[in-house]
């Protein structure tokens, strides 16, 4: 999944902590199954690699529920 956003983890630097995990699932997947968590988390990934991207960002990108 990283590799179709271009995220390469020893390279770009984030984080997506185990409690946003779990919001995610909880009020984000209606679906039971793993379909609708592959496809929320590749969302957050293409975020996450855009603001590389757009901001030339070398800091921790962290996921939170706040800026989902």
């Known amino acids: 999944m990283l590799s179709k956003t271009g995220l390469i983890p020893d390279h770009h630097k984030f984080k997506i ?16 199954g793993v379909r609708s968590l ?10 996450i690699a855009f603001r590389i991207v ?12 706040d800026n989902l």
């Not at 757009?54 to 529920?65: M, P």
Request: aromatic fraction near 10%.
């Open 17 to 32: 902590p185990e409690e946003t995990m779990d919001y995610v699932i909880e009020y984000y997947c209606r679906e039971p």
């Open 54 to 65: 757009e901001t030339n960002n070398e800091k921790l990108i962290e996921v939170t529920k």
């Open 38 to 47: 592959k496809k929320y988390l590749q969302k957050i990934c293409e975020k």
